[in-house]
């Protein structure tokens, strides 16, 4: 089994900035993906930026320029670091983990941009 921490939402002004970290711990042999999606009430859970192994991305598009996701390994954890940041990235930021084959979700983190 594995777990996965989030960390590193909150409110914050058009413009700013937010970090969020994502631990994996438990039964980690080989993670090949790790990722960050967004959900807003009454819409699906989009892809916003994800990592493999390799340390291969990819970016929604309309994030690109103002958001970088990161890995490190040896700490099982992945980044999000969120710039220029606008009302409407407001949402609840999960992280994914594929490990083998399975996937894993964290328990999802707030992130509100207004003023």
């Known amino acids: 089994q594995v777990q996965l921490v989030e960390s590193g939402g909150g409110l914050v002004q058009p413009g700013g900035s937010l970090r969020l970290s994502c631990a994996a711990s438990?039964?980690?042999?080989?993670?090949?993906?790790m990722g960050w999606f967004r959900q807003t009430p009454g819409k699906q859970r989009e892809l916003v930026a994800a990592?493999?192994?390799?340390?291969?991305?990819n970016y929604a598009d309309y994030v690109k320029g103002r958001f970088t996701i990161s890995r490190d390994n040896a700490k099982n954890t992945v980044y999000l670091q969120m710039n220029s940041l606008k009302p409407e990235d407001t949402a609840v930021y999960y992280c994914?983990?594929?490990?083998?084959?399975?996937?894993?979700w964290g328990q999802g983190t707030q992130v509100t941009v207004s003023s």
């Open positions: 438990g039964s980690i042999f080989s993670i090949s993906f």
């Open positions: 990592i493999t192994g390799g340390g291969s991305t």
């Open positions: 994914k983990v594929i490990v083998v084959t399975r996937s894993y």
